[in-house]
């Protein structure tokens, strides 16, 4: 059974950092796209990056580019979203996704997690 279960979300000033964690469950964690996404109350869901494990590569939206770093632990089978110089823009539930058996980051993502919520406010 696949299982992505997000942690980390907390309430932050502007400025500041927060570092979430996607733990994965249920597929070859090397063979796979791990994306993170994330959706303001009003605003349809956008991406916020890609990472396919297997391909070795990191996508990011040009919203997060600079600030928002992207890392993994295959032994762990664990992704990490380091999301630092905060904006009360970055407020959202965030979510991720896997796309299972891939070399490079899809448009399709099939596997979700239950999402942690950022807020950012002083």
């Known amino acids: 059974e696949v299982q992505l279960v997000e942690s980390g979300g907390d309430l932050a000033q502007p400025g500041g950092s927060l570092r979430l964690s996607c733990a994965t469950s249920g597929f070859t964690f090397d063979d796979a796209a791990i994306g993170w996404f994330r959706q303001a109350p009003g605003k349809e869901r956008e991406g916020v990056s890609c990472s396919s494990i297997w391909g070795g590569r990191t996508n990011y939206a040009d919203s997060v580019r600079g600030r928002f770093t992207v890392s993994s632990d295959s032994a762990k089978k664990t992704v990490y979203l380091q999301m630092n110089s905060l904006k009360p823009e970055d407020t959202a539930i965030y979510y991720c996704?896997?796309?299972?058996?891939?070399?490079?980051?899809?448009?399709?993502?099939?596997?979700w997690g239950q999402g942690t919520q950022v807020t950012v406010s002083s």
């Open positions: 996704a896997a796309a299972i058996g891939v070399y490079e980051c899809p448009s399709r993502f099939d596997y």
